[in-house]
């Protein structure tokens, strides 16, 4: 009896004992769901935030290096100048609302109204500050700079690239001093001098405005703004954008009035494939060399005068090939090779015959080759500089009062006043930075203080006499 007790007992104690092992086991399974939910969400959470930082566009620099004293600290357009300068408005990612506010700013010192549009999304405003004309009826001037500025390199300045500090020079360095935060402050600090000399408005409406995306192609800035019923609205009848540095020791100063057409051309070349061990006819390594022999051959003339018969950069057509893909296997010879060329075609060239010289090489080459355009510009229009621009006539005249020596030239590169002329709306580029190492884009970006506040001198020149025309 007490033998089956015994057996009893133990058999009761294992039951208790195995039962509470599967308690453990479900409670410590249930612990893991748990777990597993909470990762799950904040996860998600973590997507979302991530996500959302995103579509806000956040900036990639934060700016965390301290205002360095200078002796300009009492100069108070030099003060404003360097805040703008702080600002990070840089690609990629660029957060704007920084330059909103700060413009926000600006126009209350002058008690102007300022407008914020947003032909696109809203991360990417444009915003206008007005001075209106004592005859507002009359179409409008329009005073043009961007926001945004390029990348950076940190390792490379030997100053915070948006820091604005003032070396012992007087020299400021920051990205944005010479492309073209400092034209967008020296509007506003001439209007402001003109107003202290009691001007109070001058004949036509002044727009003041500040586009972004510009460094990126302006898809997402004057594009589409010049497109809107906003811009519609400003009436505006000439445009004053930027400009760069001397073209050569005697100081002239270059006003560009046209811009070259951008064609951004892949080609792909289709063709026989097979054994890299064969000699095989009409393969598309072959297409790709003769139309590559044909561009570096027009491309060595264009060379040649750019070179040796001093074209200026406007120009001449400059072709440079920018990406080759193809093959799959080194012993295969690939069906299929493709090369991409940007292409900047000089303002006299006829764009028809252009293309059917490109489509002749391509048949010369075997046929059978596809051309991707994947950026074909139109023909650019030119802004005339003679005496039947009235506009043109007012800038020279006031340029030369300052000084200034100028020569009317095309713009090597591109910019947005490209998008201002397709709509027959004539504009220059101009920036005063005489004395002046060109910097943009470059690292070590600067501009003398001198040199910024004589440019104020010469817009307080150049605004009356495009505004009183």
Same mark, same amino acid.
């Given at each position: +009896? ?37 990762y799950f969400t904040s996860g998600k959470e973590a997507q979302?935030? !991530? ?41 990629? !990612? ?87 935060? $400092? ?38 800035? +004057? ?29 002239? +100063? ?48 264009? %060379?040649?005068?750019? !070179? ?29 090779? $493709? ?35 994947? !950026? ?11 005496? %039947?621009?009235?506009?043109? %006539?007012?800038?020279?005249? $006031? ?15 591109? %910019? ?21 190492v060109a910097k943009l884009h470059d690292h070590n970006e ?24």
């Amino acid at each position: +009896m007490e033998r089956r007790r015994s057996i009893s007992t133990k058999k009761s104690f294992i039951s208790r004992y195995v039962l509470n092992l599967q308690f453990l086991l479900m409670a410590f399974l249930c612990v893991l769901i748990i777990i597993g939910v909470v990762y799950f969400t904040s996860g998600k959470e973590a997507q979302s935030e !991530n996500s959302n930082n995103k579509t806000q566009n956040k900036p990639v620099y934060v700016n965390t290096s301290p205002l360095k004293p200078s002796k300009w600290d009492d100069n108070e357009e030099i003060n404003i100048f360097r805040e703008y300068l702080r600002i990070p408005s840089v690609h990629p !990612n660029v957060d704007y609302e920084p330059c909103v506010e700060f413009l926000k700013q600006q126009a209350a010192s002058l008690n102007l109204p300022i407008a914020i549009y947003y032909p696109v999304d809203d991360q990417n405003p444009v915003v206008v500050i007005t001075w209106k004309g004592s005859q507002p009826e009359l179409p409008a001037i329009m005073l043009n700079s961007h926001m945004d500025v390029v990348p950076v390199y940190v390792e490379y300045w030997t100053h915070p690239p948006f820091g604005a500090d003032i070396d012992d020079n007087d020299d400021i360095f920051a990205r944005g001093t010479q492309d073209m935060k $400092s034209v967008g402050m020296q509007y506003l600090a001439a209007i402001r001098s003109l107003q202290r000399d009691g001007v109070d408005r001058l004949k036509r409406t002044v727009h003041i405005v500040y586009v972004p995306d510009e460094e990126v192609g302006g898809k997402r800035g +004057m594009v589409e703004f010049v497109k809107s019923v906003a811009f519609k609205s400003l009436n505006v009848t000439f445009v004053l954008d930027e400009g760069s540095v001397a073209i050569n020791d005697e100081g002239v +100063m270059p006003v560009y009035h046209a811009e070259r057409t951008i064609w951004q051309l892949e080609f792909i070349f289709h063709g026989q494939s097979g054994h890299g061990s064969k000699l095989l006819n009409y393969t598309p390594g072959e297409k790709f060399n003769l139309v590559l022999r044909k561009f570096m051959e027009f491309r060595a003339e264009e %060379s040649r005068k750019l !070179n040796e018969l001093n074209y200026p950069y406007g120009n001449v057509t400059t072709i440079n090939l920018t990406k080759v893909k193809g093959g799959v296997e080194n012993n295969v010879i690939p069906a299929e090779m $493709s090369a991409t060329f940007d292409i900047r075609i000089a303002v006299d060239t006829d764009l028809d015959e252009f293309n059917r010289m490109i489509n002749g090489w391509c048949t010369e080459a075997g046929g059978d080759i596809t051309i991707k355009a994947l !950026n074909k510009g139109e023909k650019e229009k030119v802004t005339p500089v003679d005496d %039947s621009n009235p506009f043109w %006539s007012a800038f020279k005249s $006031s340029t030369e009062e300052s000084g200034i020596k100028i020569q009317p030239m095309v713009l090597w590169a591109s %910019s947005d006043m490209r998008y201002i002329r397709r709509y027959n709306i004539p504009a220059f580029g101009f920036s005063p930075l005489m004395n002046t190492v060109a910097k943009l884009h470059d690292h070590n970006e600067y501009i003398n203080v001198m040199t910024y506040l004589n440019g104020i001198n010469v817009y307080k020149k150049i605004i009356p006499s495009l505004a009183n025309v």
